[in-house]
């Protein structure tokens, strides 16, 4: 078979996907849950335990295999400047140790948004706890009391419940789609894009 011809199928299969994944996206809602308006400066183990206890684990039966989705924002986009500049500085000394580098990518590109982080989980207390506090594993996060303490951001987090998902591969893909729309439309400073 020729190789324009495996690119050309290739194409119209993944296009035929996408078309699928996009109409069931349609059909998704996002209901807040969780919520969380917090300064950086606050941020330790202790403090991050205490503050999630509520947030449901993942785990328990009740909450298995329940997708979220969930979105930190800077109080003042003004601030979007020395967030960037804080977490490439701290990018750079990671390694330097015997600590991993597991800070999440920066997008320069955003300067001046308001969001700072768009993600998805199954387990949202741990996904969200990796999000705050310092780690020397290789979990790559924002690990915001590592790098953002000092400059006592006050940073608002939504987790949103996603009701219609389902473990099949056509509503997981819609999630994707989810996602990386909501990526694409806030513009976060921190994290990929939700299609790697």
Excluded at 102 to 116: H, K, M, W, Y
């Amino acid at each position: 078979m020729p190789h324009n011809k495996i690119v050309s199928d290739a194409i119209n299969s993944y296009q035929e996907t996408l078309s699928e994944a996009i109409t069931i996206a349609r059909t998704l809602t996002l209901e807040p849950f969780f919520e969380l308006s917090f300064n950086t400066s606050a941020i330790s183990s202790e403090w991050t335990e205490s503050k999630l206890q509520d947030l449901r684990t993942g785990y328990a039966l009740p909450d298995k295999r329940k997708c979220v989705l969930y979105i930190f924002k800077l109080d003042n986009p003004q601030q979007s400047k020395i967030v960037l500049s804080e977490i490439e500085r701290a990018k750079d000394e990671q390694g330097t140790d015997d600590g991993k580098k597991n800070l999440c990518t920066f997008n320069r590109q955003f300067d001046g948004s308001e969001t700072l982080y768009v993600g998805r989980s199954f387990t949202p207390r741990s996904r969200i706890s990796q999000h705050l506090v310092s780690s020397k594993s290789g979990t790559y996060a924002m690990h915001l009391e590592e790098w953002a303490k000092p400059l006592a951001l006050t940073i608002n987090l939504t987790v949103y419940d996603v009701p219609q998902y389902s473990d099949k591969v056509e509503v997981e893909r819609a999630m994707s789609v989810l996602e990386t729309g909501v990526w694409d439309h806030l513009r976060p400073l921190l994290g990929r894009r939700g299609d790697r």
